[in-house]
């Protein structure tokens, strides 16, 4: 059974920094892409970053220079970390994973991301 468990989010300041971890299990992680996602309030789901299984990434223009995303296979585990953190950063945040060959996709449950002004 495929799990993945973001944590890591929370309340900061304007210009404060988070890392969020997105825990996986029940798949061989390194064998898919990752993304995180966020949804603020009112607007639709945007994918912020994405690493391939490869570790190509890309960012979306409004984080690019800010967030990073990262893997570590070996503990089954992605991480995006947050600096310079906006009011507009505020948002649930999702890790997305998608499976290279098959199309296979997971969703974590969310984690919540309020960045005060």
């Known amino acids: 059974q495929v799990q993945l468990v973001e944590s890591g989010g929370g309340l900061v300041q304007a210009g404060g920094s988070l890392r969020l971890s997105c825990a996986a299990s029940?798949?061989?992680?390194?064998?898919?892409?990752m993304g995180w996602y966020r949804q603020g309030p009112g607007k639709q789901r945007e994918l912020v970053a994405h690493i391939s299984s490869g570790g190509s990434t890309y960012y979306a223009d409004s984080v690019k220079g800010r967030f990073t995303i990262s893997r570590d296979n070996a503990k089954n585990t992605g991480y995006l970390q947050m600096n310079s953190l906006k009011p507009e950063d505020t948002a649930v945040y999702y890790c997305n994973i998608v499976q290279a060959t098959s199309g296979d996709t997971y969703w974590g449950q969310g984690t919540q991301v309020t960045v005060s002004s």
């Open positions: 029940g798949m061989i992680f390194s064998i898919y892409h």
